[in-house]
């Protein structure tokens, strides 16, 4: 704000002495030019110290010289006075005619009333024309006392043979008046302000110069940290889907750069635990299969040879106890492929309604527990059609029916459909059902939920989190919700097209 102000000061202060100064310097030219530019004349009635000379042997820099070829008054303000300088005409050649100023006095004042007797026509309209132009142009502080006001001084009038210079002071500054003869009037130079004061209109000018500025640099601080936590925005919600690779891209060392460097420090401790992770369960999975198979060999070997009927049960829920352990390990080696940032999979049309129904056959043969049934009032090819990887959607599906009939009373429903260019899957069943407070929890890995779902039943509490996988991948989702008879509802939802 001070600043604003004190550029605002300067600027205006420049601008005025750009004015009267100039117009100083317009008559000093024109008596010049009058005068065959007799320098000393025009010097020695100014009691300034005048010099001209071509404006290409000037101390003026190259855009000063450039400014006064194109007819603009230089005034430099320095700490002992001003420094003017103007174009003159003279010859074939470009001149600069200037003059310094260190203190203002009267001998300075009287010499532009002369210059301005001389130069301005004796009859009053042409004097008041010539004069109101001078004003208008140069911005010369000097109007025409009126009739009433210079009958106050008529006695000096009385005695100038030519005119008087008078000095008064009043609140503004400081006032010179004089009396020309011809034609019978009195003017009057001032207030002479050196060191003008901010009017009410700059000082606001300056406020809003200074309130702009501040916003912009705001708005630009602003817009620096929104970009950098943008960034930091996608890349954690690259992380969040998987892709532990993602990194944010560090360009300075401020609060945002920090940030980043500290976010991508712990996406590289999340990638290396995750990966250790990863590694440990398919080497332990691996070296699980190995001997599990050795085991269940043997057991069967043993069941072969054994005729007590007692020793051939036990060994009967060994051999069913391995084949779970077997199921366990195919079941983890699935559920870490597809945690590592997704198998490489195939999208292409293929029917669903189909895939539901050799669902339904093979499920009806491995169950006659339950009565399975399915339906979809979609008929036409667009709407039964969808982009898929077939095998890995086959499995998401086989999944969620298989879990159906393990816990359902009596009967499991399928349920397509198919609506702005989105599939739904719906698996309903009759069973107890899924507690709303479970909904959220019930895809993730190894979750068994002991109120409705025990170790009887079977399962590992991999298949949903197998299925929110694939569904994943499809760019969809898996929802739960409850069924038309009260038990679970686990639907599907993907878009039509993965293009």
Known sequence: MVGSLGFARHIQKLQYHQASLGGWLHLAKYHLQTNQFNLSETSKLLNLDLHFEPVSDSQLSYLEQQQVLLGQTIVQIEEEGFRV???????????????????????????????????????????????????????????????????????????APKFTTEFYLDARGPRFMSYFPQPNVHLVMGPLEFHPTLSAQTILVALLFAVVLSGLSVYW??????????????????????????????????SIGRLGSAFNRMAEQIQRLMGVQKEMIRAVSHELRTPVARMRFGVQMLEDT???????????????????????????LTYARLEEGGPILEFKSANVLELIQQIQEETKRRTDKVSITCHSDQTAEHEI??????????????????????YAKGQVHIE???????????????????????WDRVFSPFTRLDDSRTRASGGY??????????IYWHAGRAQVSKSRWGGAKMSLIWPKSMH
């Open 85 to 159: 300088n103007a174009l003159l005409n003279k010859g074939n050649e470009p001149w600069v005619v200037g003059f310094e100023l260190n203190k203002l006095t009267t001998r300075h004042i009287e010499g532009i009333f002369q210059l301005l007797a001389d130069s301005l026509p004796k009859d009053e309209k042409g004097f008041i024309q010539q004069l109101t132009e001078l004003n208008r142009k140069w911005a010369l502080p000097i109007h025409i006392l009126s009739p009433e006001k210079s009958a106050i001084h008529a006695s000096s009038a009385a005695i």
């Open 221 to 254: 601080l602003v817009q620096k940290y929104e970009l950098g936590l943008q960034r930091l925005e996608r890349a954690s919600s690259r992380v969040a889907s998987g892709h532990l690779n993602s990194r944010v891209k560090v360009a300075s060392q401020d």
């Open 306 to 332: 054994v005729e007590d009927s007692y020793v051939q049960k036990q060994l009967g829920d060994m051999d069913q106890d391995l084949q779970e352990l077997d199921e366990l390990v195919d079941e983890i």
């Open 385 to 406: 059609f969808s982009d898929i990887e077939y095998r890995y959607m086959h499995r998401a599906v086989q999944n969620l029916v298989g879990n159906a009939c393990r």
């Open 416 to 438: 397509y459909s198919f609506h702005d260019d989105i599939c739904r899957i719906d698996v309903e069943d009759d069973g107890e059902g899924i507690p709303e407070k479970d």
């Open 461 to 470: 509490g991999l298949g949903l989190s197998i299925v929110r996988r694939i």
